[in-house]
């Protein structure tokens, strides 16, 4: 005998499924990405790294692939020479060759820093820039809105005009 077509009289019901879990089950967590090498070897890399970018600035090789393309200056333009500049304490010529050196370049500072710590310590690259709070999100926003101005200013001559690529 059947009850149901395709089901025989001796086969159990099966159990009805509930539309939603009383609780929801624990999701498992990705476990982090394990490091690569040692902390020594990291820190050669990154030292490796730091050593390229100070030969190239040291020779004057252009590093903003923008003004490479296009010989015109980014918005960032001038951050380099401005940070130089600033770490020799010469103020007014790194205000002349980027205005907002003075609250770029700390952050900057700060996020290389923290990245660099945590990438010799955990063998991973992640700074507080990288997280999703409103501070970071509206100061982020708010650079880059002054950065834009202050090079669509300088193509009308205000700041001394464009830096020079």
């Known amino acids: 005998m059947q009850d149901e077509p395709g089901r025989r009289a001796d086969e159990p019901l099966a159990a009805p499924v509930p539309l939603h879990a009383p609780y929801p089950s624990p ?8 490091p690569q090498g040692s902390a020594l070897g990291r820190a050669t890399r990154l030292a490796a790294v730091g050593a390229v970018f100070a030969v190239a600035v040291a ?6 692939p923008f003004a490479l393309i296009t ?6 333009c001038g951050l380099t ?14 205000v ?6 003075i609250p770029t370049v700390p952050v900057v500072a700060l996020v290389l820093l ?3 710590y945590n990438y010799v310590r955990h063998g ?5 820039a990288f997280q999703q709070t409103r501070f970071v999100t509206l100061g982020s926003i708010v650079l880059a809105v002054a950065m834009i101005a202050v090079w669509l200013a300088r193509f009308f001559g205000a700041f ?3 830096v020079a690529v």
Do not use: I, K, M
Request: with cysteine.
């Open 114 to 116: 923290q990245g660099s």
């Open 124 to 128: 991973r690259w992640y700074t507080f």
């Open 81 to 94: 020479r401005a940070a130089l500049a600033l770490a020799t304490g010469d103020l007014h010529e790194a």
């Open 27 to 34: 999701v498992p967590r990705p476990s982090p990405p394990r």
């Open 71 to 76: 010989r015109h200056p980014c918005p960032g």
């Open 96 to 101: 002349h060759f980027h205005p907002l050196v």
């Open 160 to 162: 001394g005009g464009p």
């Open 59 to 64: 020779v004057r090789f252009p590093l903003c």
